[in-house]
């Protein structure tokens, strides 16, 4: 009787939650503010896809006047007036006016020092959350990334926004899951994974010569085993994301690539 009970009042608050969220979105949906939305967590990051917000901005400024600029901004000290001059001083881009800012406080949940393991996707699912806030926040009728987080494009047309992307590093190429399977050290395929073949061949032809030293060969090449099969659950864990990669990144309505 009580695992009865327990179990209709976890069913009864989860389609409570369902509900509520559900109401949510489709209040947001039916007020959306004439305004883009632009999801770029890092105002300071000084890099080329800071320029791209800026020229972005100016563009739907000269383009568009009836709609606002809204920046979805994780800086604490950013405001209308210093991303202004930010843009004027840094980049030379000359806004026609201040953009609106919109302060997100969960910015934390796509930096990559959160994931010590399974960043890529760690770092995905925190801009779902990241989204989420942003767009509980402010709704936009049109949602404009250009950050690359492809994962909260589902999330924008959760809440009935036009998606549009700039997108200058994708965060998975079939190149990069071509690398692990050749185990080629980069940037983000550890070179002990990379390595394991080739010091396996190395340890092989010490010990038929040095016969003497065959249990300290016979450690070493278990762990190249377990490299090796770090970098098969590697190509795995790479094949599904670019999968995932892929179906989120199609909920885009336009994409813009460098």
Not at 46 to 54: K, M, Q, S, T, Y
Not at 67 to 74: A, E, N, P, R
Not at 156 to 178: E, N, Q, W
Request: hydrophobic letters at 45%; a positive charge.
């Amino acid at each position: 009787m009580l695992n009865w009970i327990l179990c209709w009042s976890l069913i009864t608050l989860t389609l409570a939650t369902i509900l509520l969220l559900a109401s949510q979105i489709l209040n947001h949906r039916r007020n959306k503010k004439r305004a883009v939305g632009f999801f770029h967590p890092y105002t300071n990051d000084g890099g080329g896809g800071e320029r791209v917000l800026w020229c972005a901005v100016k563009a739907i400024q000269e383009q568009n006047p009836d709609l606002d600029s809204v920046i979805f901004s994780g800086d604490n000290d950013a405001s209308s007036q210093s991303l202004m001059s930010r843009a004027t001083d840094r980049f030379g881009v000359h806004l026609l006016y201040p953009p609106k800012v919109v302060h997100l406080n969960r910015r934390k949940w796509i930096e990559e020092t959160t994931y010590p393991h399974f960043t890529m996707i760690g770092q995905s699912l925190g801009s779902v959350y990241l989204s989420w806030e942003a767009l509980n926040k402010f709704t936009p009728l049109y949602y404009f990334d250009t950050s690359g987080y492809a994962f909260t494009y589902p999330i924008a047309r959760l809440f009935g926004c036009k998606v549009i992307c700039y997108t200058h590093y994708p965060t998975i190429s079939l190149d990069m899951v071509s690398r692990v399977r050749q185990r080629s050290s980069m940037y983000n395929n550890d070179a002990v994974i990379a390595k394991s073949i080739a010091a396996y061949n190395v340890l092989t032809w010490v010990s038929a010569i040095f016969l003497a030293s065959y249990l300290v060969i016979w450690i070493l090449t278990l762990s190249f085993r377990g490299s090796t099969w770090l970098s098969r659950c590697k190509i795995i864990y790479y094949t599904v994301f670019s999968v995932m990669y892929g179906m989120v990144g199609s909920c885009a309505h336009l994409v813009m690539v460098n």
